[in-house]
Every structure is written in C-alpha cells, then in structure tokens.
C-alpha cells in the first residue's frame, strides 16, 4: 500500500477560512474518530443558536470577538484568547464583530 507523503509547511489559519457578508463559513482541518478541528468564519452580527454537544471543545479566536454563552454565562472571547465549552453544557456564539475560530472538538 502507497502511503502519500506529506511536506512539512507553516501556515496562517486565518488564511484557510473567508468571512463572506451575512453567513458562517467553515472548513474541516481533521475529521477523525477521535475528535474534529474546524476553522469558522463569522460574518458580524452572525452565530450559533443555543445547543449542546456530547464532546468536550475548545474555541480559539484568531481574529476579531465573540460572545460565547455556556450554561447561560456570557463571556467575550477576543484574537489570541480561548474557551472551553465542557460536554452536555448548553452554549451558542454571537459575532459581536467579524471574527474567526479554531474550533477542537475531543471525542475520545
């Protein structure tokens, strides 16, 4: 079996994702059993309506702020910073501007 080879690269994460006016882009960087890593790109004013989540994730913001509710707290998660939003707890996000996420989801 031919395994492809893979070069080692740098590369900005802010770059692989787009805001496009009025929506939420996404882009899977892995997609495996054990768990996921997505970038996202939130138009302003854009989000995610309240929902829960059988898996541990952490949302990392590259560029921009959000507000980010988990179990009915609402904390601002601005460029550089993070947020763990724990299993089976209900959370949503808001773009209180344009921003752009890493989102890790743990499955295992």
């Known amino acids: 079996m031919k395994t492809k080879k893979l070069e080692a690269t740098a590369t900005p994460l802010a770059d692989l994702v787009t805001y496009q006016n009025g929506s939420i882009v996404s882009r899977t960087i892995i997609d495996k059993e054990t768990g996921t890593v997505t970038l996202f ?62 989102l890790t989801m743990v499955k295992a």
């Open 41 to 102: 790109a939130f138009d302003e004013g854009q989000g995610l309506s309240e929902h829960t989540a059988p898996f541990d994730a952490m949302v990392q913001v590259l560029e921009g702020e959000a507000k980010v509710t988990i179990s009915g707290k609402t904390i601002t998660v601005k460029k550089g910073e993070m947020t763990i939003m724990p299993a089976y707890q209900p959370h949503g996000l808001f773009a209180a501007t344009r921003f752009k996420m890493l």
